[in-house]
C-alpha cells in the first residue's frame, strides 16, 4: 500500500487532555474511567496526556498501566517534581489537539464539564473556563482567603483575574502556542491566562471534593501563591515602597523642625529617649519593609536571568491514535 507512510504519520486528536499528576495513585484509575465515558461522547479524537511531576508513590506504575489499555494516553514522565505549572506547561509543550483541556487528577474538576467547554469552543471563545460556584469539602478560612486573594490582586495588578477560576479551562490551539511564548519561570498561571487575551469565557461548576490523596495545598504555599501572582504582574509594591519612604522623609521633615522650634524655645534637659526609641524603630521597620520588597523583585530577576529551561524529561511516550503507531520512540512498535 501506497499510503503506509501517511497512515504512519501522527494523527492530530481533536483534542489533548493535559493531566499534571503528583502522588494521585488512588484516584488516577477512577479519574480515567470518568475521562474515558465522557471522551466516548465526544465527536473528535482525543489524546489524554498524564504528567508525571515527579511522584513519589506508584502514579508512574499507574499511569503505564492505564496507557497499556488505552492506547489515547501519552505520558510525559519529568525528571523531578517542578510544580503543577511547570508540569501543566510540559503537558501543552507536548500537546498536539486542536483544542486542550487543562484538568486536576483528583476528580475536583469534573470531567462531564468537558463536554460544555467543548461547546463553547465552537461558539468562537478561545478560552474556556470553568468557574466554581461552592467550593465543597474545604474550610471556611480557606474560602475566605482565597476570596481575599482575587480580590487583593485584581485591585493590585491591570489583568483581571476571574475570580473562583482555576486551571481547569479549555485552550484553542493560538491560545495554547500564545501561552507557550511565555517562557518566564515563575509562572502565575492564573495570570498568564488572562494576560494572552483573545475572547474568554466562564462557566459556572460546582467544585466537588478532593476524591481520594492529599491536597498539597497549605497556607505557605497559598500566600507564596499572592507573591508570585502580584510580584509577576505589577511593579505595584515597588510604588507603594518608593511613596512609603517619601510620606517617611516627609513626617522626619516636619518632626525635626518641630524638635528644633521647641529646643530653642524652651531648652532641651536631653531626656527624649522614648521618642528617639519610636523614630528609629519606625525608620529601621520602613527600611527593612522596603529592601523586603525590592528583594522580592531582585530574586525573582535572579531566577529569570538564568535561563534555564522549564523542566527535563525523562520520557516521553506518545499516543498511539487510530491504533496505529504515532511514530513510538520510547515503545519501538510492540508489533
Ligand atoms: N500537582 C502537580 N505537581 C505538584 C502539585 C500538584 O502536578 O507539585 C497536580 C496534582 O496531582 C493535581 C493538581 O496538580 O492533579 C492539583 O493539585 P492539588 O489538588 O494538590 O491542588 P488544589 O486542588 O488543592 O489546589
Ligand atoms: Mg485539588
Same mark, same amino acid.
Given at each position: 500500500m501506497a499510503s503506509t507512510d501517511a497512515e504512519r504519520a501522527p494523527a492530530v486528536p481533536g483534542l489533548s487532555i493535559v493531566v499534571p499528576a503528583y502522588n494521585e495513585q488512588e484516584v488516577l484509575p477512577e479519574f480515567h474511567r470518568r475521562l474515558t465515558a465522557v471522551l466516548a461522547e465526544l465527536p473528535m479524537e482525543s489524546e489524554v496526556i498524564y504528567i508525571n511531576? %515527579? =511522584? =513519589? !508513590?506508584a502514579t508512574l506504575a499507574v499511569i503505564r498501566q492505564l496507557r497499556e489499555k488505552d492506547p489515547r494516553i501519552a505520558l510525559i514522565d519529568l =525528571? #523531578?517534581?517542578?510544580g503543577k505549572e511547570i508540569a501543566v506547561t510540559a503537558g501543552l509543550d507536548y500537546s498536539k489537539g486542536d483544542a486542550v483541556i487543562l484538568i486536576d487528577a483528583d476528580l475536583q474538576d469534573p470531567p462531564e464539564l468537558i463536554p460544555r467547554l467543548v461547546e463553547e469552543r465552537k461558539n468562537g471563545y478561545d478560552v474556556v473556563y470553568a468557574t466554581r460556584m461552592s467550593r465543597e469539602g474545604e474550610s471556611r478560612l480557606k474560602k475566605a482567603t482565597a476570596y481575599a486573594f482575587y480580590r487583593v490582586i485584581n485591585q493590585l495588578t491591570r489583568v483581571k483575574i476571574p475570580q !473562583?477560576? %482555576? !486551571?481547569f479551562r479549555l485552550l484553542s490551539r493560538r491560545a495554547v502556542n500564545s501561552l507557550l511564548k511565555? #517562557? /518566564?519561570?515563575? #509562572?502565575f498561571m492564573k495570570g498568564l491566562f488572562t494576560w494572552i487575551g483573545y475572547a474568554q469565557k466562564g462557566i459556572p461548576y460546582r467544585r466537588d471534593p478532593r476524591y481520594a490523596g492529599e491536597t498539597k495545598w497549605n497556607y505557605w504555599r497559598l500566600w507564596n501563591f499572592a507573591l508570585e501572582g502580584v510580584t509577576s504582574f505589577t511593579i505595584g509594591p515597588l510604588k507603594v515602597a518608593t511613596y512609603l519612604g517619601l510620606a517617611t522623609a516627609i513626617a522626619a521633615f516636619i518632626y525635626a523642625g518641630i524638635i528644633i522650634a521647641k529646643t530653642l524655645l524652651?531648652? /532641651? &534637659?536631653?531626656?527624649g529617649y522614648p521618642s528617639l526609641m519610636v523614630v528609629i524603630l519606625f525608620l529601621g521597620g520602613v527600611q527593612l519593609i522596603t529592601v523586603g520588597i525590592m528583594g522580592e523583585y531582585i530574586g525573582r530577576m535572579f531566577d529569570e536571568s538564568k535561563? #534555564? &529551561?522549564l523542566y527535563f524529561v525523562n520520557t516521553y511516550e506518545p499516543a498511539v491514535t487510530h491504533g496505529r503507531s504515532a511514530a513510538s520512540p520510547a515503545k519501538a512498535d510492540a508489533a
Open positions: 511531576d %515527579g =511522584s =513519589s !508513590d =525528571s #523531578r517534581n517542578f !473562583d477560576t %482555576g !486551571d511565555l #517562557r /518566564e519561570q515563575h #509562572r524652651h531648652g /532641651e &534637659p536631653v531626656a535561563q #534555564r &529551561p
